[in-house]
């Protein structure tokens, strides 16, 4: 069975120690410069990372949740008006072009609003769904990462791309 060229690279031995060889290399290199790496002579009297945050700490411990299977983001704290307008809407092919995945091949794809309501909570005004009352009051104590973005619409791809950075 002939592998597609993606998979085989991946699967490659070479191409394994060449991306594994920088990790390997630049843990010998700091191993090596010791004392001359970079923010060496910062102080550490602060935990965390050498002379970093250059402010004493605040938070004590993070909860990360990966909830593989957990309900969405657009349905607990990312709200998208623009999910609303396009409801019931045939789905933009701009979604789906070029996107390898069978399930999508010749299917009539239509968009699914939002299957609650969103409000603005806590100060901050974070947009938090109506399906958790409870988490909305404490709004002002979260920390909502936003910022994440991947071109992947198949969740396993997402999944990875989210934990490593690639996928």
Same mark, same amino acid.
């Given at each position: ?18 991306? /594994? ?6 843990? /010998? ?59 019931? #809407? ?12 069978? #399930? ?34 404490? /709004? ?17 791809? /997402? ?9």
């Amino acid at each position: 069975m002939k592998l597609p060229d993606s998979i085989s690279t991946d699967l490659a031995r070479r191409t394994f120690l060449g991306q /594994a060889g920088i990790g390997f290399g630049s843990a /010998a290199l700091l191993s090596l410069l010791g004392r001359d790496a970079l923010g060496a002579g910062i102080d550490t009297s602060y935990s965390g990372l050498p002379g970093f945050p250059h402010h004493k700490q605040r938070i004590k411990r993070v909860i990360f949740l990966c909830m593989a299977g957990g309900p969405s983001h657009l349905e607990t704290f990312d709200y998208k008006p623009k999910l609303d307008e396009l409801d019931g #809407q045939p789905m933009p092919e701009s979604f789906t072009k070029g996107q390898p995945i069978a #399930q999508l091949q010749g299917q009539q794809l239509k968009v699914q609003g939002h299957l609650t309501k969103f409000k603005r909570h806590g100060q901050g005004g974070q947009y938090i769904s109506d399906f958790l009352p409870w988490t909305a009051k404490m /709004a002002d104590d979260l920390c909502i990462v936003r910022s994440m973005l991947t071109e992947q619409i198949n969740h396993d791809p /997402a999944h990875t791309f989210m934990n490593t950075g690639t996928a």
